[in-house]
């Protein structure tokens, strides 16, 4: 496959939705299957149990495959910035979910690009969602008994940002304690492949000049960061990675991309240092899973954090399929996602023995 690459769009809300079968980022997660979603216990946090918040979504049918005619892969993580480790992914979760052309909840016929095309596709319509964050909800508000949460917490945090004024009446919409909400565009990548071979050393040379001017600068954050990444400056004075290198001239042609979807492919790497090994098994088949797209540290520059320091980071997501996408028993099944950080393995030691 060639690889696909994805990058932000301002869309309406409405176009968003689950009936219109999007690829985003932030708000709440446009659900397909509506009935049956992934609740508190399957989105806790390893290391807070706070539940972990809509990150992204990509749209990925399998055109092969009639029992995958409708499939998206979902993306949470604990805002807890400091839940998010170096190289440990105990704070992200991944789903994956999939539908047959003929369902219960579409038409067969593809959406129509129109706000009033098909409102009556609705999760309310199926099951209740925390207000909050959009996952499963088991509890609502006592006082109305109208608004829906999935746990004490999320209900207190509504209560003291405005449902107190509201309840009762009809809810504001805004909710600023998701993630600003994008839709996510695909296209192909059509760079010079000649371009990019690690041969071409006058190519190779520019980058590292980048490189090390980014270290004098004090700017070798996580590439569009304005911020500095204190973890890319210590590899930085230590040795000159190569596959950081490659990294930078895969991107160069567009460097604000967020996605690469590169199904059966391989992993670009930002860091020769801790790269992924040992895959585990789909919990459902027990078959292979195998590398289907990896989210992209430019994601970052759009999540809107007012502490730019103590904030979620991330060098690469890399998110892992099942092969066959075999037919889901519990809805939504839980995938693999892997997370590399730009850190020395003696870097990493010492961050641990700080600890």
Known sequence: MTVELGFIKKSEPWQLESRFFPSKAGGKPAWLDLK???????????YCSDPCLFLCQVYAPYEEDANAFHRTIYIFICKNAGCCKPNQSGNLKVFRSQL???NIFYPIGAPVDQENWGKDIDISLWTKTCRVCGILAHSRCAKCKVTNYCCRGHQTYDWKNGHKYTCGIKENNDNSFLFPQYEITITFDDSDEEDMEQ?????????????NEMVRNDK??????ENVNDDLLQMASNEKDETFTEFRMKIDNYPDQILRYDRGGKILYISSHNQVTNIPKCPECDGDRQFEF???????NFLNFKDIVNCLDWGILA???CKKSCI???KYVKEYIWKQDIVQEETESKINQDR
């Open 36 to 46: 049956h979603l992934p609740d508190k216990s399957d989105l806790e946090c390893e």
């Open 100 to 102: 047959g052309r003929d």
């Open 199 to 211: 041969g071409d050393l006058k190519t190779e040379q520019i980058e590292i000049e980048k490189y």
């Open 220 to 225: 070798a954050g996580t590439l569009q960061h």
């Open 294 to 300: 990896q989210i992209m540290p430019q994601l970052l």
């Open 319 to 321: 998110v892992f399929t």
């Open 328 to 330: 889901p028993k519990d």
